[in-house]
C-alpha cells in the first residue's frame, strides 16, 4: 500500500533552517510529483509548493520563493523540503503528499516549531 | 493571487444533505480537488477533477463544477463526516490553491 513517512517534531530558532523528509513506498516514485502543504496551528492548509522526482522540476509558492527548496533522491525514494531563515509564522504542521489525481495520499504530517 | 472563498461553516441534520460552497473567478475553467480533515488527521482526498471519488470513498460524496462555483455535495449526512473540507484548483498557471476551509457540523 502507498505509504508517505515524514520526519519527526522539529523545534528551531528565528532565523535558523529546517529540512523535513518524507519517505516514499508501495509505488514508483519517480512516476509521481510530491507536493508540500502547511497547516499553522488552528488555520487553513497552504501550499508550500511542488517537485517532480522524475525531472527535478520544482514550483513554489509565490510568498516562500527564495527560502524553500525541494529535493528528492530516486534512489531511495524520498522528498525533502528545506525551509530556511525560519520566522515564528514558519510554526506548522508541514505535510507531503504524493500528487496523483490531486494530493491522493499524504505523509502524517512534520510539526516545526519556530521559538526563541 | 488566486482566492477560492468558501462558508466558514455549515450545519446538516444527520441524514440530510450538505452542500459546500468554494467560489472563484472562472473556477470552471481549472480542475477542483476536495479533501477532508478530522482534528489531528491528514488530509483525505474525496473528490477530483471536480466530480470523479477516489476508491474507497462513499458515494455520498459528489461534487460539481460550474461558472464560478465549485459544490461538493454529501447526501444523506453522518455524523463520521463532521470535518472540516477544503477546495483545492489547480492548473499550469496558478499550480495549488487552497480554499479559506469550511467545518461541516453534524447536529
Known amino acids: 500500500q502507498v505509504q508517505l513517512l515524514q520526519s519527526g517534531t522539529e523545534v528551531k530558532k528565528p532565523g535558523a533552517s529546517v529540512k523535513v523528509s518524507c519517505k516514499a513506498s508501495?509505488?514508483?516514485?519517480?512516476?509521481?510529483?510530491v507536493t508540500w502543504v502547511r497547516q499553522a496551528p488552528g488555520q487553513g492548509l497552504e501550499w508550500v509548493g511542488w517537485?517532480?522526482?522524475?525531472?527535478?522540476?520544482?514550483n513554489t509558492a509565490e510568498k516562500l520563493q527564495g527560502r524553500v527548496t525541494m529535493t528528492t533522491d530516486t534512489s531511495t525514494s524520498t522528498a525533502y523540503m528545506e525551509l530556511r531563515t525560519l520566522r515564528s509564522d514558519d510554526t506548522a504542521v508541514y505535510f507531503c503528499?504524493?500528487?496523483?489525481?490531486?494530493?491522493?495520499?499524504w505523509g502524517q504530517g512534520t510539526l516545526v516549531t519556530v521559538t526563541p | 493571487s488566486y482566492d477560492l472563498t468558501q462558508p466558514p461553516s455549515v450545519s446538516v441534520s444527520p441524514g440530510q444533505t450538505a452542500n459546500i460552497t468554494c467560489s472563484g473567478d472562472?473556477?470552471?475553467?481549472?480542475?477542483v480537488c476536495w479533501y477532508q480533515q478530522k482534528p489531528g488527521q491528514s488530509p483525505v482526498l474525496v473528490i477530483y477533477q471536480d466530480d470523479k471519488r477516489p476508491s474507497g470513498i462513499p458515494e455520498r460524496f459528489s461534487g460539481s463544477n460550474s461558472g464560478n462555483t465549485a459544490t461538493l455535495t454529501i447526501s444523506e449526512t453522518q455524523p463520521m463526516d463532521e470535518a472540516d473540507y477544503y477546495c483545492q484548483a489547480w492548473d499550469s498557471s496558478i499550480l495549488y490553491v487552497f480554499g479559506t476551509g469550511t467545518r461541516v457540523t453534524v447536529l
Open positions: 508501495g509505488y514508483s516514485f519517480p512516476s509521481y510529483g
Open positions: 472562472r473556477l470552471e475553467n481549472e480542475y
Open positions: 503528499a504524493r500528487h496523483g489525481n490531486g494530493a491522493d495520499y
Open positions: 517537485t517532480a522526482p522524475y525531472n527535478g522540476n520544482t
